[in-house]
């Protein structure tokens, strides 16, 4: 019976610390989660933008992910083996907070990667996603991920063949300005581009 008291109670801490805690987040919708859960309030963006595809954003937080064709977006590294193009350059594409949206005024940013990838068949990408310095690890890894697998979908959608773009995640490890405040924040939640040859 004393056993049973101890672990009721333990139980009960465990449960009232669970609760007590202020760690969850806001979702683009206005609802609440826990710092390990995708925010899929806004997955689809705004009405009528259906250019992600959910199935490329399942379990993109393992290494070694795979698209529903078998294409490799992430794990072994073009970086490792091919040549990085120099003298091309892309804008990077930045982010609402707590989001992996592609913005509407993003997407032209984002055209003009697909339209070298179309006229330059030699050449092959990968997405970096990062984000700002709020938030876990952990969490700042997936949704870094989550951010450069809908660039990639949206590349994908536009006819660029899927095992010629891969991903990478760097969660908040690579600032592109330090410091603290939106206007910094803001310039850190994005996607870069690195272009390689075959």
Known sequence: MQKMRVAFIVNMALVASLVCMDTGC????????????KDRSMELGAPGEDFIDPELLTGSDIPGVYDEGGALVS????????????GVTFSPIYFAFDSYVLP?????????????LIATPGHVLVIEGHCDERGSNEYNLSLGENRALAVRSYLVNMGIQADRIQTRSFGEEKPAVMGTGESV??????????????
């Open 104 to 116: 509407p005024h993003e997407i032209a940013k984002v055209d003009a990667v697909g339209q070298h």
């Open 185 to 198: 924040w803001s310039l850190n939640r994005r996607g870069e581009f690195a272009l390689f040859q075959k």
């Open 26 to 37: 806001r979702t683009k919708a206005g609802g609440w989660r826990w710092p390990w859960q």
């Open 75 to 86: 794990g072994a590294r073009f970086e490792d083996t091919l040549q990085q193009v120099q």
